[in-house]
Structure formats: C-alpha cells, structure tokens
C-alpha cells in the first residue's frame, strides 16, 4: 500500500511521535522512510540558515538512528526554502505514498509555525497525511541530568565513563544527544527525554539495549 513514508522533521520535542509513527508504518508496509527536514528563509537570509543547518541535520540524523535500530530503510534530506512548499515538492519528486507529521513545534512562535506548516500540509497534499499530537510529558529536561544518563549508559556498553570528554548536549525530537570522545571513539550518546531509554552509537560499532 505504501512504499516512501515521509517524515518531515524540525527537531522539536512534537516530532517524538511522528517519528514512531511514521517508522511503525513503514515497518508494516516494508517501505522506505524519507526524512526531510527544511531550513526556513527569514528575514536574516544566508546568517540564519547558518545557524539553523546543523539542527537540521541532526533532527534528520535522529530518524535516520530510529530507523536503522529498526531495520527500516531510510533516506534523509535537509532542503532550504518555504516548509510547505518544499515538503510537497519533495512529495511530488520522489513519488512519497504518506506524510506523517507532528502538529507542534517548538516553544513560542515555532510551534505555532509548525502547526502552521501541518495545516496547509493536510489542505494542500495530494497524498494522505497522518498528524500526531505529543501528548508525552518530558522527564528530562536538564542537560546535565541528560549527560549523567548518557556515562552510565557508556559504562553498560563497556566504555569508560570517567575517562569519556564531553560535548555539549542538545536535544532533538525530545532526545537528548549528548557527544563524547572516549577510548579514541566519537561516541554519540541518544538519551530519550520522555522514556530515560538510551542508544549508544559510533562511527565504529553500534550498539543498542
């Protein structure tokens, strides 16, 4: 029934359930999901894309984490432009089945953006469009309670904690990702903000639990 499940993706704690979602759908139906995230043209031009690139690709890099712990195949994309404009411009290029996106973004005025986007995505889409509410309350919310989560879950994986050098966390789609450098390894360490679940990945080896 469906082949591409799009999952468009801000990073924001409301995409967390789009991204189950959209990844459960894709498992169902053994299609590809495509991850696109889109950098907004504003009134600063080519300085606030600056700033706003490398969280596009990180919201893009969380799904595309998901998916591969899920044995789902995954493409990701980070476009700039007008969202809704470029979200069915993709669609149309390369032939997406489904959009399955969350209906909040961010605090203040990005989330009234993203349900913005969502509203003229379900209006103007030839395609169907599943939306997703958050509904999850977030336990972590500390960057430093993020970061004692992630050296216990290094420790588990046989790394050593103390010996690890942290960067600075950020969270993306209500995980933490918290980056370190240990045992000559760049670790990233996925710390889920609503579940405390954690996922260790490296370049060299990849683990879950």
Do not use: C, K
């Amino acid at each position: 029934m469906y082949q591409d499940v799009l999952i468009p993706t801000d990073g924001s704690d409301g995409t967390r359930r789009s991204i189950e979602h959209g990844l459960a759908i894709a498992d169902r139906f053994d299609a590809t999901v495509h991850a696109l995230s889109v950098v907004p043209e504003g009134p600063l031009g080519t300085f606030e894309a600056d700033e706003a690139t490398p969280a596009a690709h990180r919201a893009v890099e969380r799904v595309e984490l998901e998916a591969n712990a899920a044995g789902v195949d995954v493409v990701t994309a980070v476009e700039q432009g007008v969202p809704h404009e470029e979200i069915l411009e993709y669609v149309d290029e390369n032939g997406v089945d489904v959009i399955v996106m969350g209906t909040q973004g961010r605090t203040g005025i990005d989330r009234v953006l993203m349900g913005s986007v969502t509203e003229r995505i379900v209006r103007m889409a030839d395609v169907p469009v599943v939306t997703v509410r958050l509904n999850e309350e977030l336990r972590i919310e500390d960057a430093d309670e993020a970061e004692r989560i992630a050296r216990d879950a290094l420790a588990e994986e046989g790394y050593d904690r103390d010996a690890a050098v942290p960067e600075a966390p950020h969270r993306t789609s209500a995980s933490w990702i918290v980056p370190f450098e240990v045992d000559g390894e760049r670790v990233h360490v996925h710390v889920d903000a609503v579940n405390r679940e954690t996922r260790v990945a490296s370049p060299n080896r990849r683990r879950n639990r």
